[in-house]
């Protein structure tokens, strides 16, 4: 068995869509390790980030992510971390496949302010990373 972070972003909790997002991966057999709401603070975005760093839609991305609270959750299940981002779609929600989160609930993105509803790891290492960002 795997274990994956997603953040449900702030654009996905303002519209009330946590529940959906959850109910799609529990409904494809996952579990929920760990769930809360937060705040995130500037140090855990700098970290969640760090790759990003230097990029235009650096600060946009991060200033959008103090814009709310978050959900964090903990999920697992065998390749949950791949599974949770077919779920979730391509990055842009205009073009991501009808069927997945950001296809079907997502549509705003811009040139600075990115609004893609979720976050899934991308790989092991980063997952354990992640966890550590918003689980310690
Ligand atoms: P995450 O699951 O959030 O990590 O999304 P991702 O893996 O599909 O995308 P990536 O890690 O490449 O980028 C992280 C976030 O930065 C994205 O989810 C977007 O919110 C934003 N972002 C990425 N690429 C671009 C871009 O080219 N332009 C803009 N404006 N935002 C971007
Ligand atoms: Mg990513």
């Not at 995130?40 to 200033?63: I, N, R, W």
């Not at 959900?71 to 009808?98: K, M, N, Q, W, Y």
């Not at 950001?102 to 979720?118: F, I, P, T």
């Amino acid at each position: 068995t795997e274990r994956t972070l997603i953040l449900v972003k702030p654009d996905g909790v303002e519209r009330g869509l946590t529940g959906e997002i959850l109910r799609r991966a529990e409904t494809k057999g996952y579990r929920i390790a760990e769930l809360k709401q937060l705040r995130a603070s500037t140090e855990q975005l700098a970290a969640h980030y760090a790759e990003h760093e230097g990029k235009p839609f650096y600060q946009p991305l991060v200033d959008f992510m103090l814009s709310g609270p978050v959900v964090a959750a903990i999920l697992e299940g065998d390749r949950v971390i791949e599974g949770f981002r077919s779920l979730a779609g391509t990055t842009e929600p205009t073009t991501a496949a009808p069927g997945t989160i950001r296809g079907d609930l997502g549509r705003d993105w811009g040139e600075k302010v990115q609004k893609n509803l979720v976050h899934g790891s991308d790989s092991v290492e980063s997952a354990e990373r992640e966890i550590g960002i918003w689980f310690g």
